[in-house]
């Protein structure tokens, strides 16, 4: 089997997470809706906003719900693999205060608005797309000849991509067998390992090691179909040796990675 390889990358990034409004956080990866808006810009599929043209080509009213924005009716079954470069799969971020000082930016009196907003510093992500449908092989075309309809970016138009070390990769598909302990690289849903009641987030026992880490978060996997809200998933990244729930696995060269 075959998957394009590309390395994600930019001098920050913010994925807004709408915990609280007097500060907007981001979250601490890149998330698969993220990932997949990105994606539809490269292609040239509508967005959130264009979504009442989309209806009228399909010759449908704009209350005829349920749907979805166009790039996610046509990339949703893409299946991703995320691998973190950061630090202990984690990203530092700094605090950015600005001044949105259009005139309905605020009710405020001066119109002027002070946005908060917590960045991402210097995020990489190793992103592999399995090809094994028309949507990821045109997406593999697009990149690997460096052409966007619209200008990727990480978040918001304030965070440019930056897309490199583009290659088509051999991945070998691997039956799991949930006796077996394995390292995996990328992130991995929360409910796709053991608990820790049968103590399987465990280093070897004939191996020492002082760099062992997990970290995990609540981010986006798919899209709601009534309202097209966010779905959050744990997701977890961790260098301990873990026993997988699900059926298969891929190896990547040396790295045991899973899709989703």
């Known amino acids: 089997m075959k998957a394009l390889k590309f390395t994600l990358s930019g001098n920050s990034a913010f994925f807004k997470d709408n915990v609280i409004n007097t500060v907007y956080l981001t979250y601490g990866n890149i998330h698969r809706v993220a990932l997949l808006g990105m994606f539809g810009a490269i292609l040239g599929y509508g967005g959130y906003g264009k979504q009442t043209d989309m209806l009228n080509k399909k010759k449908k009213k ?34 950015q205060t600005f001044n949105n000082s259009v005139g309905y930016a605020s009710k405020e009196e001066g119109g002027n608005l002070i946005v908060k907003q917590f960045w991402l510093e210097n995020p990489s992500w190793d992103i592999y797309i399995l090809l094994d449908c028309d949507e990821a092989e045109k997406l593999a075309e697009y990149i690997k000849n460096k052409k966007a309809i619209y200008l990727p970016y990480l978040g918001s138009n304030d965070h440019l991509a930056n897309i490199t070390d583009v290659e088509i990769v051999n991945i070998e598909e691997k039956k799991n067998t949930e006796s077996e302990a394995i390292e995996i690289f990328s992130m991995v849903k929360a409910n796709d390992v053991s608990d820790k009641k049968e103590n399987v987030f465990s280093v070897d026992s004939n191996t020492k090691r002082d760099d062992i880490y997990r970290y995990s978060e609540y981010l986006p996997v798919a899209l709601s179909k009534e309202l097209n809200q966010y779905i959050k998933e744990k997701i ?13 696995y891929y190896k990547v060269e040396d790295k045991n990675i899973v899709f989703y």
């Open 62 to 95: 704009s209350d005829d719900y349920p749907y979805y924005p166009e790039f996610y009716e046509k990339l949703k079954d893409i299946k991703i693999s995320i691998v973190s470069n950061g630090e202990n799969g984690y990203f530092n971020k700094k605090l």
């Open 236 to 248: 977890t990244i961790t260098n301990m040796s873990v026993k997988l729930l699900k059926e298969f």
